[in-house]
């Protein structure tokens, strides 16, 4: 994990604080992960409100999920977080939001087409859908991660999106990219829009483009 990228706490708490600014979390409803440099995990912390998390309500855990330290219960949903970053040692943080437009096409169990060329630059390709499993399973999480090998983010269905990426400041900006696609395709669909492609060429040296920036960032 040398070469893994990492985050601090206060990196997690900060970016915890812009997911609910943002509007891509209400309540206590998500949660972040960001690896850091000693190769455990910080994770957010069960049922604690955004705008009042501290540092002293983060959890670090180890891959495995045994916590290290913190006196609070680490998100119910914490498999999601590890089994990406157990996976991917290029990874260096996790999201999962439940954000609104997203979630649509999660319950119609639909990709998110990459019709929008950042989406391609930035996720990778149409964000997938994943089997449906019982939420805070560990089968959950390892279907999620099996479609995050070459994507920045994935679809829960029924349930909602995890986006990852090096830091949690990407991980977050993919958040509020796909929400936004999500949003821009549902309207155009609303408008009864034919939504065209990008030309194969295009997707195929934007997801290049891709992966390069996901192992150098
Ligand atoms: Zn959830």
Redesign the pocket.
């Known amino acids: 994990m040398a070469d893994s990228p990492t985050t601090t706490r206060e990196g997690v708490l900060a970016t915890a604080k812009r997911m609910l600014q943002d509007g891509l979390v209400e309540g206590t ?3 972040i992960s960001g690896r850091l440099p000693d190769g455990l995990v910080c994770v957010t912390p069960s049922s604690v409100a955004y705008d009042t998390m501290t540092l002293d309500d983060l959890v670090v855990l180890d891959l495995d999920g045994n916590v290290v330290d913190g006196a609070r219960s680490p998100t119910t ?1 914490k498999d999601l977080h590890l089994s990406a970053l157990r996976a991917y040692p290029e990874l260096g943080a996790v999201i ?1 939001t ?1 954000a609104v437009y997203a979630t649509m096409f999660a319950l119609a169990h639909e990709p998110i087409p990459a019709v929008i060329e950042e989406v391609v630059v930035y996720v990778g390709g149409d964000v997938p859908c994943c089997e449906y499993k019982g ?1 805070g399973s560990r089968q959950l999480g390892d279907e999620v991660a099996s479609h995050l090998a070459d994507r920045g983010a994935a679809l ?1 269905a029924n ?2 999106l995890v986006t990852c990426g090096p830091s949690p400041e990407q991980a977050l900006h993919n958040a509020a990219l796909v929400e936004r696609t999500a949003k821009i395709i549902w309207g155009a669909r609303a408008m009864g829009a034919t939504i065209h492609p990008l030309p194969e060429k295009v997707n195929t040296d934007m997801a290049g483009v891709y992966r390069f920036m996901r192992e150098n960032p």
């Open positions: 409803s998500g949660n949903e999962h439940h939420t829960l349930h909602g």
